[in-house]
């Protein structure tokens, strides 16, 4: 609906600031027209936003569920694929992008592809990292979600390490 309002306001924005031009002081609002103009892009790009993440989340969404399906009949190499997928539909979402990323790993390691489970809870433990360091985030109750899950990916990194033996650290 953004994008819909967006271009007819800043259409009519552009004839009301030609209209005030020609009129030569007849017509005021030169001002209004610029406010709606400003006003309409802002709107626009705000909900273009809100749209745009709500359809990254829901296609990670999509891909968490159909992994618990694949798995439920069976199928670990889907399961394995779809926890990618949701992973990679948006990393931007850093606690999206751990939950894909943890499970996906936990579930290679239970049936035995333990390397790659390694590297992904490497990889999970590298990005949330930062988050646990006190003195980089004064505000370090925004982030227990992601800490409760970096603290998960150490321990299973942990298991990895013991079950490939010591040298893989």
Partial sequence: ???ITTIPALVLGIVALVDTRRSKGWIRGRSLAVAGMLISVV???????????LWRFDGWLTNMERA???LAAGDIAGGIESYQAAADSDPSYLMAWSTAMLLR?????RHGQLQPALTGFTEVIAELQPLADVEMRPGLERYMNEIGLLVVAYKFREQLWRALGDHNR
Avoid: C, K, N, Y
Wanted: hydrophobic letters at 40%; proline letters at 0%.
């Fill in 43 to 53: 709107a626009g790009w705000f909900t273009s936003e809100l749209h745009l993440g």
């Fill in 1 to 3: 609906l953004g994008l």
């Fill in 105 to 109: 790993s936990e579930l290679q390691a």
């Fill in 68 to 70: 618990q399906q694949q």
